[in-house]
């Protein structure tokens, strides 16, 4: 035997039911403590720059040296 129920509710109101805690009090906290970090990271955002042209600089010199080795072969 098989039941089917369909109940109309809002998310608020089904949370509230099955007494689920409200998500939007740890999202505005969550929120805030970003703010803060984000707010920091010019500090760091140097090093970070300075890290992707190395690395892109590596890449390019690598993708050089395969036709500099076979330029210099001939």
């Not at 500090?43 to 892109?56: F, L, N, R, V, Y």
């Amino acid at each position: 035997m098989k039941f089917t129920i369909n109940i109309e509710c809002t998310p608020d109101e089904a949370r509230d039911f099955m007494g689920l805690p409200d998500p939007k009090i740890i999202q505005e906290k969550m929120f805030k403590a970003m703010q803060g970090k984000v707010t920091d990271l010019p500090a760091g955002w140097d090093a970070w720059q300075d890290m992707q042209k190395m690395m892109w600089d590596q890449m390019a010199a690598a993708m050089n040296a395969p036709a500099a080795d076979s330029k210099s072969k001939k």
